[in-house]
């Protein structure tokens, strides 16, 4: 069974599901990085070429696929949460967790990736801010509704977030 991490951009994801995949001897795959290394460009380039429709579409494979394999730790795009087909593959062989933050932390997250080159499309147009506050209302129960645990990764490192899971995850899995 693999461990899926869900949840709005920057929550972590990436950080935690490493930390998750090397304490516990399991492959990591994180799927925005795996649509950007099969398109050959980043998902910064593929939205204002190919559109978020597009996008999706790519995404939806990519789900698909690695949903197929067993013993990954998965960091899902933010927005995999939106098609039910997506979640529908994730929890046929996934332990589903939910890792959410603050949408002040999260601005403060993107705005260092920023900073450091990592450019993220925006959603709505719209002031970093209220952008995350307008897209967490829409996907806040598609999030609920997906998780199987749920943590705030608003004032924990990714260590301690990956601690967390780990021992919440129940046995045998």
């Not at 795959?29 to 649509?35: E, F, G, R, V």
């Not at 403060?108 to 801010?129: A, F, H, V």
Request: with cysteine; charged share 30%.
């Amino acid at each position: 069974m693999n461990i899926v991490l869900i949840g709005y951009r920057c929550s972590g994801k990436t950080a935690v599901g490493k930390i998750v995949a090397s304490e516990m001897g399991r492959d990591f795959i994180d799927t925005d990085a795996l649509i950007e290394d099969n398109m050959g460009c980043s998902i910064a380039e593929i939205i204002p070429t190919k559109g978020w429709r597009c996008f999706r579409e790519i995404e939806k494979g990519v789900i698909k696929k690695v949903s197929q394999k067993d013993k990954l730790v998965i960091a899902t795009g933010g927005g995999v949460v939106k098609d039910e087909e997506n979640l529908e593959h994730l929890k046929e062989n996934g332990w589903t967790v939910w890792l959410h933050g603050e949408p002040e932390i999260l601005k403060e997250r993107m705005s260092k990736e920023k900073s450091s080159g990592r450019i993220r499309p925006s959603l709505t147009g719209t002031d970093p801010l209220e952008e995350i506050q307008q897209v967490l209302d829409v996907r806040r129960p598609l999030y609920e509704k997906a998780a199987t645990f749920v943590i705030d990764t608003t004032a924990l490192s990714p260590r301690q977030v990956a601690v967390s899971i780990m021992k919440a995850i129940p046995e045998g899995l």
